[in-house]
């Protein structure tokens, strides 16, 4: 449940996470992009009151990874009525039959999880259908599948060139901003720079060489609350951090008789629900 004391919290928190990003900002190579990276806040399984909170302290762009759960939130009257101005981004994987759930999300920004040829034609579709009156076209990046892991979603490295210049040339209604990948988890950077950076800033390279695009304006989503700071200083333009800003996430364990109930989020067939639980 929500507590005063994590309104506190949530503020020093989500400052400590902005200030960290500003400095590796600073601390890269002259010739990096001098910009500072965006922070999406990663508000996945944490109740509408630390979205609120976190967006009173400043924060805009927030990112979800489950359709249902950002359906909940991104129509919550509280944030509806104190977040005017949010920013969604969702990063996590996208099912065709869920594309139209997603894209009727109010202040949807950005979809950075686009990881196949059918899933961008549908998105296309469906946004020129749901958003006819609405000419602004959807901002989205490609998911890029760099450490190869099959448990990872994403395209592999090798069609990022073809797929991006698909939905250039074949998508009218989104607009390409970028490349994302989440990597392997545990990477240790004593060993040096993280390889899955290192293969989509080559793949950005990649495809900014054959389809003449100016390398500053194709994005970099990369790196999350353990290596943010080494994802900005090589390049990444958008990090996502959530738990660092939030605190660790709830998931439900084996219940035990003498511990009380609370309610927390759970996936069951690709959507999350509700659960009430025991602690």
């Known amino acids: 449940m929500w507590k005063i004391g994590m309104s506190e919290e949530i503020g020093k928190a989500l400052q400590a996470v902005v200030d960290r990003v500003k400095q590796a900002a600073a601390r890269r190579p ?71 759930k997603l894209l009727g999300v109010p202040n949807l920004f950005m979809v950075e999880t686009i990881d196949s040829v059918k899933l961008a034609d549908k998105v296309n579709g469906s946004w020129q259908k749901l958003r006819a009156a609405n000419s602004q076209r959807l901002k989205i990046m490609v998911q890029i599948n760099t450490s190869g892991e099959e448990s990872k979603h994403g395209l592999p490295p090798e069609e990022t060139v073809n797929t991006v210049k698909y939905i250039i040339s074949r998508c009218p209604a989104l607009h390409f901003v970028g490349l994302m990948t989440i990597g392997r988890y545990g990477y240790d950077l004593t060993a040096g720079p993280n390889p899955d950076f290192q293969m989509l800033l080559s793949r950005r390279r990649e495809l900014c060489e ?70």
């Open 30 to 100: 002259q010739m990096l992009q001098n910009v500072t990276p965006r922070l999406v806040a990663v508000s996945k399984t944490k109740p509408p009151e630390m979205v609120v909170e976190a967006y009173q302290q400043g924060q805009r762009n927030f990112g979800e990874n489950y359709v249902s759960e950002l359906v909940d939130k991104s129509s919550n009257p509280q944030i509806l009525s104190l977040c005017p101005e949010i920013k969604w981004h969702f990063i996590g994987h996208l099912q065709k039959n869920n594309v139209n």
């Open 210 to 279: 054959n389809l003449k695009l100016p390398l500053e304006e194709v994005e970099l989503s990369m790196g999350m609350s353990t290596d943010f700071e080494h994802a900005i200083e090589v390049g990444s333009t958008n990090v996502r951090v959530g738990s660092t800003i939030f605190g660790e996430r709830e998931y439900p364990n084996t219940p035990s008789p003498e511990k009380k109930s609370k309610v927390m989020y759970a996936e069951t067939a690709g959507k999350m629900e509700q659960l009430t639980v025991t602690e």
